[in-house]
């Protein structure tokens, strides 16, 4: 049966090993590696949560301690990106905190293209869900995806997931827009290819890496929730700057963006807008 309906390992199903010890000193250690390069503030209530992502790594490599894995990353660049892949990648799904994308149809003019911007895009759940949408509703726009991480981007260029992940995708858009998996790819589905040529990937830091361009749509979601005070007003002052006049930038439901300056206003639960061309159109009344 075919819709018109890699293979990832998420990193919360990995189970943790009870003898993988990390002292406190290691943990700050770690936990401070994480906060250099990805801004993502690691608490200490944190610490199973990073024995558990690392514990996949350490038997990959038949690592047996803390103390080698954290030498062999301090030297060893490849694998401390696979160490902030492990760390930094999050479990998401299709049509997650659907209402911003209903806010786009409803605000945004067809009759224009439309430059979008997925931020934190993962395994590209969130771009493949805006794209479907605004597709079937004949929108004329480009979407850029970007991560931090290199595996995630990969599974999202390859298009392909489990079919529980689309549990809350319409049947009319699934049928539309994706294939069902037959063979060793039986329970995934896989977006089709006039989906994934809207949509381009690449490798983006949001705290050392500046924005490819301006876009009228920023989606950043369930992202600042990692980020300290500080990390929050770098990455929004980042954000604010990559956005056209009267833009929109789009957070996760349950994030805002109180106790930092910005300049935007929030027009709806998770949806600022660029305050700038607000004001001139004030001052002009």
């Known amino acids: 049966m075919r819709y018109k309906e890699t293979d990832a390992v998420s990193h919360e199903n990995i189970p943790m090993t009870d003898n993988t010890h990390i002292t406190a000193a290691q943990f700050r250690e ?9 801004g993502i503030y690691l608490p200490e209530s944190k610490l199973g949560l990073l024995k558990a992502r690392i514990a996949k790594r350490l038997r990959v490599l038949r690592i047996d301690t803390a103390s080698e894995y954290i030498s062999l990353i301090r030297g060893d660049a490849i694998e401390f990106g696979n160490f902030i892949d492990a760390v930094t990648t999050n479990h998401t799904f299709f049509f997650r905190e659907n209402s911003h ?6 605000h945004m003019d067809n009759s224009r293209h439309i430059d979008i911007w997925s931020a934190a895009c ?46 809350k995708v319409p049947p009319r858009i699934l049928q539309k827009y994706f294939q069902k998996g037959h063979n060793k790819y039986r329970g995934h589905i896989r977006v089709v290819d006039e989906v ?43 954000l604010r700057n990559a956005m056209k ?16 300056e910005h300049g935007l206003r929030c027009v709806a639960p998770g949806v600022y807008q660029d305050g700038r061309a607000y004001m001139s159109r004030k001052r002009t009344l």
């Open 30 to 38: 770690l936990a401070h590696m994480v906060y250099q390069e990805s």
């Open 101 to 106: 994308c209903e806010f786009i149809l409803k």
């Open 122 to 167: 993962s395994s590209g759940e969130e771009p493949y869900t805006i794209a479907v949408q605004l597709m079937n509703r004949s929108f004329r726009f480009s979407i850029h995806a970007s991560d931090i991480s290199n595996s995630v981007l990969q599974i999202a260029r390859n298009g392909i997931y489990p079919i529980e992940r689309a549990q």
């Open 196 to 238: 994934k040529k809207r949509v381009s990937f690449a490798k983006h830091n949001l705290i050392t890496d500046s924005p490819p361009q301006r876009f009228d749509i920023i989606f950043c979601r369930n992202v600042m929730i990692y980020f300290d005070r500080n990390t929050r007003q770098k990455v929004s002052n980042t």
């Open 245 to 260: 006049s009267n833009g929109y930038l789009i957070v996760g439901m349950s994030e805002s963006l109180r106790g930092i």
